[in-house]
């Protein structure tokens, strides 16, 4: 019976891109720093607006021809070395500024190799405001009157915005302001910082007016850097321990609910100024990694992060109040990204913890290239391979404003010296190939569906109200009764009279009298009226001259205020100077500082390896020594084992030769007995010799019984064997002495003389010793 087979779930079909999305490719600019020197050679020349041309130095190597070829690289636009900062703000960072209060994000980075002005380029110096400050001031600008209060917008550490109730709100604000130990955020009414104040003039401050007055603003920031690919928060207010210091907690990435990447727990500080949002900055700027090097007295040695974030929700339909939805609250955020520069450690000369950040960093930037090449080669060929965003912390933060979350830009920096000529290509082909990677086109958001002008509605009632009330708390313009009735008082009173008759003659004349009376009173009144008025003129011309006197003395008063006004003046200005000059030297000594502790962790740590390693050579110096003495010992064990083996040997070499020597005397002794009784034959008869007889086993066993009758001691070496048994080893070896017996001669008629020859050179014939034959043998020990 044949199984059913098993149902596959269907796969999820993947998430079709629209096709027809528009993009735009990531805006490259280059911008040529000036010569340190006006005699150091240059290798970069501005061609046109767009295009740049790079030539190889005198110095270095030519190719197979004989020469290089000079190479060419167009950008968006070039910014040369006379370029200001105010001019790379209006190209580079203002649109994005314009973008961000429009809801839409922005990635704004320098790179370069060390040395070549990005943190000036991003950061600037007094007098000089780069883009971040500049930024900043313009987004104040624009929407500082329709900013919110604090702590209505709160971030909910989700990467998202809630909106709190006005209670709420001010509870949060009572209570920041009565916690002493929090760290407040410094106050938009205290006055500017003279350094900051000196970046950016009064004339070259801008602002955008199409902006949305129908909602309210708030802006965050935050500051981090990473470092040796571990991201630390630059505002955290971490608790100083003096005696036990603790290093910074790194920070991990996390997806919020939209697919964007953000820093898990990284501080955001809510700003309502400018001047505000820089000392914030300012405050971080001091925590950054920055060390000396050979190539740059304060090179950056991370890769640091400064986001704004703003926080938008439009007005309910009264004006008055925001909209209590945070379904309608709309956030972005404009990353200014200062990279730190590629650098060779053969010309930095780094050494120890320095060598290490510069391998990361230049890490970090190969993952950077990287991932663009791959993106370029994605969009142009039509694969799909797999972004590798997530081999560095700075592509997997940034991952998606190349995914098209925003516009991205660039800022390639160059320095021109002939020095740097092999990094600058390396920095060149980077953003040549950078500049073909299109980001698709961020879509606008719509705030909302209510009407337009409703804060302008609310803004011109409210005026109305209050007009009216001032109109009604103001006096009458009329006469007052009060004073009317008093002035009709003080008249002699008209007597109550009727006329009945044409001919009375008494009341007439009575009621003219009453009449002249009270023209003589009112005249007495006016009288009194002008001599009091004659005398409040006098007072008044009195009072006009002691004025005028007065006013005389307040101009030279004034002259001599105005004057000591110039003199504060200038004490100030010079006071502001020497603040900023004090700022900076502290800064510059919180630099050395950091450095000196830098240099002392080094000093520390090279010495504990100088100190590891020589207890290390004394141990192995120890087990050498002890090594030796063992060698030593097993070398003259060995070395007398091997002369008793070759002693040994040798002689047992040499009682073998003896035996073949013995062996061959007797052929030769009888050969020569064969020889002498062939010559005697026939011619006389005689004895045939007798022939030494070889020892039997019976002679051998008797033998054997005279030797173990009389043993001699043997001397030998015992020693243990692999097998775990033992042998023995004879030190003393015998010599066996053999006498060979006289034979008997035989009677012959002719060979007598010879045969007596020939035992007695038998007879005299030294003795020879052998070990094949067992007869006739002495036992001699040698000594």
Same mark, same amino acid.
């Given at each position: 019976?044949?199984?059913?087979?098993?149902?596959? +779930?269907?796969?999820?079909?993947?998430?079709?891109?629209?096709?027809?999305?528009?993009?735009?490719?990531?805006?490259?600019?280059?911008?040529?720093?000036?010569?340190?020197?006006?005699?150091?050679?240059?290798?970069?020349?501005?061609?046109?607006?767009?295009?740049?041309?790079?030539?190889?130095?005198?110095?270095?190597?030519? $190719?197979? $021809?004989?020469?290089?070829?000079?190479?060419?690289?167009?950008?968006?636009?070039?910014?040369?070395?006379?370029?200001?900062?105010?001019?790379? &703000?209006?190209?580079?960072?203002?649109?994005?500024?314009?973008?961000?209060?429009?809801?839409?994000?922005?990635?704004?980075?320098?790179?370069?190799?060390?040395?070549?002005?990005?943190?000036?380029?991003?950061?600037?110096?007094?007098?000089?405001?780069?883009?971040?400050?500049?930024?900043?001031?313009?987004? &104040?600008?624009?929407?500082?009157?329709?900013?919110?209060?604090?702590?209505?917008?709160?971030?909910?550490?989700?990467?998202?915005?809630?909106?709190?109730?006005?209670?709420?709100?001010?509870?949060?604000? =009572?209570?920041?302001?009565?916690?002493?130990? %929090?760290?407040?955020?410094?106050?938009?009414?205290?006055?500017?910082?003279?350094?900051?104040?000196?970046?950016?003039?009064?004339?070259?401050?801008?602002?955008?007016?199409?902006?949305?007055?129908?909602?309210?603003?708030?802006?965050?920031?935050?500051?981090?850097?990473?470092?040796?690919?571990?991201?630390?928060?630059?505002?955290?207010?971490?608790?100083?321990?003096?005696?036990?210091?603790?290093?910074?907690?790194?920070?991990?990435?996390?997806?919020?609910?939209?697919?964007?990447?953000?820093?898990?727990?990284?501080?955001? %500080?809510? %700003?309502?100024?400018?001047?505000?949002?820089?000392?914030?900055?300012? *405050?971080? =700027?001091?925590?950054?990694?920055?060390?000396?090097?050979?190539?740059?007295?304060?090179?950056?040695? @991370?890769?640091?992060?400064?986001?704004?974030?703003?926080?938008?929700?439009?007005?309910?339909?009264?004006?008055?109040?925001?909209?209590?939805?945070?379904?309608?609250? $709309?956030?972005?955020?404009?990353?200014?990204?200062?990279?730190?520069?590629?650098?060779?450690?053969?010309?930095?000369?780094?050494?120890?913890?320095?060598?290490?950040?510069?391998? /990361?960093?230049?890490?970090?930037?190969?993952?950077?290239?990287?991932?663009?090449?791959?993106?370029?080669?994605?969009?142009?060929?039509?694969?799909?391979?797999?972004?590798?965003?997530?081999?560095?912390? %700075? +592509?997997?933060?940034? *991952?998606?404003?190349?995914?098209?979350?925003?516009?991205?830009?660039?800022?390639?920096?160059?320095?021109?010296?002939?020095?740097?000529?092999?990094?600058?290509?390396?920095?060149?082909?980077?953003?040549?190939?950078?500049?073909?990677?299109?980001?698709?086109?961020?879509?606008?958001?719509?705030?909302?569906?209510?009407?337009?002008?409703?804060?302008?509605?609310?803004?011109?009632?409210?005026?109305?109200?209050?007009?009216?009330?001032?109109?009604?708390?103001?006096? /009458?313009?009329?006469?007052?009764?009060?004073?009317?009735?008093?002035?009709?008082?003080?008249?002699?009173?008209?007597?109550?009279?009727?006329?009945?008759?044409?001919?009375?003659?008494?009341?007439?004349?009575?009621?003219?009298?009453?009449?002249?009376?009270?023209?003589?009173?009112?005249?007495?009144?006016?009288?009194?009226?002008?001599?009091?008025?004659?005398?409040?003129?006098?007072?008044?011309?009195?009072?006009?001259?002691?004025?005028?006197?007065?006013? +005389? &003395?307040?101009?030279?008063?004034?002259?001599?205020?105005?004057?000591?006004?110039?003199?504060?003046?200038?004490?100030?200005?010079?006071?502001?100077?020497?603040?900023?000059?004090?700022?900076?030297?502290?800064?510059?000594?919180?630099?050395?500082?950091?450095?000196?502790?830098?240099?002392?962790?080094?000093?520390?740590?090279?010495?504990?390896?100088?100190?590891?390693?020589?207890?290390?050579?004394?141990?192995?110096?120890?087990?050498?020594?002890?090594?030796?003495?063992?060698?030593?010992?097993?070398?003259?064990?060995?070395?007398? *084992?091997?002369?008793?083996?070759?002693?040994?040997?040798?002689?047992?070499?040499?009682?073998?030769?003896?035996?073949?020597?013995?062996?061959?005397?007797?052929?030769?002794?009888?050969?020569?007995?064969?020889?002498?009784?062939?010559?005697?034959?026939?011619?006389?008869?005689?004895?045939?010799?007798?022939?030494?007889?070889?020892?039997?086993?019976?002679?051998?066993? /008797?033998?054997?019984?005279?030797?173990?009758?009389?043993?001699?001691?043997?001397?030998?070496?015992? &020693?243990?064997?692999?097998?775990?048994?033992?042998?023995?080893?004879?030190?003393?070896?015998?010599?066996?002495?053999?006498?060979?017996?006289?034979? @008997?001669?035989?009677?012959?008629?002719?060979? @007598?003389?010879?045969?007596?020859?020939?035992?007695?050179?038998?007879?005299?014939?030294?003795?020879?010793?052998?070990?094949?034959?067992?007869?006739?043998?002495?036992?001699?020990?040698?000594?």
């Amino acid at each position: 019976m044949q199984r059913a087979a098993k149902a596959k +779930t269907p796969r999820r079909p993947g998430q079709k891109k629209p096709s027809n999305i528009e993009k735009d490719p990531v805006g490259v600019y280059c911008r040529i720093r000036p010569l340190g020197a006006e005699d150091e050679e240059c290798c970069v020349e501005m061609i046109s607006s767009a295009t740049i041309q790079l030539h190889a130095p005198d110095g270095l190597k030519a $190719n197979r $021809n004989g020469e290089f070829k000079e190479t060419q690289y167009s950008f968006k636009k070039v910014f040369g070395i006379n370029t200001n900062q105010i001019e790379l &703000f209006e190209d580079v960072a203002k649109p994005l500024i314009e973008d961000l209060i429009h809801c839409k994000n922005g990635l704004l980075f320098t790179y370069g190799v060390t040395g070549s002005g990005k943190t000036f380029t991003m950061t600037g110096s007094p007098g000089e405001g780069g883009l971040l400050p500049r930024s900043l001031d313009i987004l &104040f600008n624009t929407i500082g009157p329709f900013q919110a209060k604090r702590f209505v917008f709160k971030p909910d550490e989700k990467n998202g915005m809630e909106i709190q109730g006005q209670v709420d709100a001010l509870l949060e604000r =009572q209570k920041r302001d009565s916690q002493q130990s %929090v760290p407040k955020t410094p106050s938009s009414r205290q006055k500017a910082d003279p350094e900051f104040a000196d970046m950016i003039s009064s004339e070259e401050a801008r602002k955008f007016e199409n902006v949305d007055e129908d909602c309210c603003y708030s802006v965050f920031v935050s500051y981090i850097e990473i470092y040796n690919n571990y991201i630390y928060d630059l505002l955290e207010d971490a608790q100083f321990d003096p005696i036990r210091p603790k290093a910074p907690q790194s920070k991990i990435l996390r997806e919020d609910q939209n697919h964007n990447m953000y820093v898990a727990g990284c501080t955001e %500080v809510e %700003v309502k100024s400018t001047e505000e949002a820089f000392e914030v900055f300012w *405050k971080g =700027q001091k925590k950054r990694r920055i060390a000396n090097t050979e190539l740059n007295r304060e090179s950056s040695r @991370s890769h640091s992060v400064f986001t704004v974030k703003l926080a938008q929700a439009p007005l309910d339909a009264d004006g008055d109040h925001i909209l209590q939805d945070k379904n309608q609250v $709309n956030v972005s955020q404009l990353c200014l990204v200062d990279l730190a520069g590629s650098e060779r450690t053969s010309r930095t000369r780094a050494e120890g913890s320095r060598l290490r950040e510069a391998g /990361n960093i230049n890490q970090s930037l190969m993952t950077l290239r990287t991932c663009m090449e791959v993106l370029r080669e994605n969009q142009i060929c039509g694969t799909n391979k797999m972004v590798p965003y997530r081999d560095s912390k %700075v +592509t997997h933060l940034f *991952k998606n404003y190349f995914d098209g979350e925003g516009k991205v830009r660039m800022i390639v920096c160059v320095n021109p010296k002939a020095d740097d000529y092999d990094e600058t290509m390396l920095v060149l082909r980077f953003a040549e190939v950078t500049q073909e990677v299109e980001v698709a086109r961020p879509i606008d958001r719509p705030i909302c569906g209510l009407a337009a002008g409703r804060r302008h509605r609310n803004r011109a009632f409210k005026d109305e109200l209050s007009s009216r009330l001032d109109e009604r708390g103001d006096p /009458n313009n009329a006469d007052d009764p009060a004073l009317l009735k008093q002035l009709m008082e003080s008249l002699p009173s008209l007597p109550n009279f009727e006329l009945v008759d044409p001919a009375d003659d008494q009341s007439l004349p009575r009621l003219i009298e009453i009449l002249e009376r009270r023209h003589r009173v009112r005249q007495m009144m006016a009288q009194q009226y002008d001599q009091t008025a004659n005398t409040l003129k006098s007072m008044f011309q009195q009072f006009d001259g002691q004025i005028n006197a007065k006013e +005389t &003395f307040l101009h030279a008063q004034r002259c001599k205020l105005s004057e000591k006004e110039k003199v504060i003046l200038s004490q100030k200005t010079e006071l502001e100077r020497l603040e900023k000059k004090s700022k900076t030297l502290e800064y510059k000594v919180d630099i050395l500082q950091k450095t000196t502790d830098m240099y002392e962790q080094d000093k520390r740590s090279l010495r504990q390896e100088l100190e590891t390693r020589d207890q290390r050579l004394q141990r192995e110096l120890t087990d050498r020594k002890r090594m030796e003495q063992r060698m030593q010992g097993m070398v003259t064990d060995t070395k007398f *084992k091997w002369e008793k083996e070759c002693e040994r040997r040798v002689n047992a070499k040499q009682l073998e030769m003896q035996n073949k020597l013995w062996v061959k005397d007797e052929k030769l002794k009888q050969l020569k007995a064969i020889v002498t009784e062939s010559s005697g034959v026939g011619v006389f008869p005689t004895e045939r010799p007798e022939k030494p007889e070889r020892p039997s086993r019976e002679r051998d066993h /008797n033998v054997g019984q005279m030797r173990s009758a009389s043993p001699s001691p043997l001397h030998g070496n015992v &020693f243990k064997t692999r097998g775990g048994g033992q042998a023995v080893q004879f030190t003393d070896i015998e010599t066996l002495k053999h006498e060979c017996p006289t034979a @008997s001669s035989r009677k012959r008629g002719s060979g @007598s003389g010879d045969g007596a020859a020939h035992m007695e050179d038998i007879e005299n014939r030294a003795p020879m010793a052998s070990t094949s034959s067992g007869f006739g043998y002495q036992k001699r020990r040698k000594p």
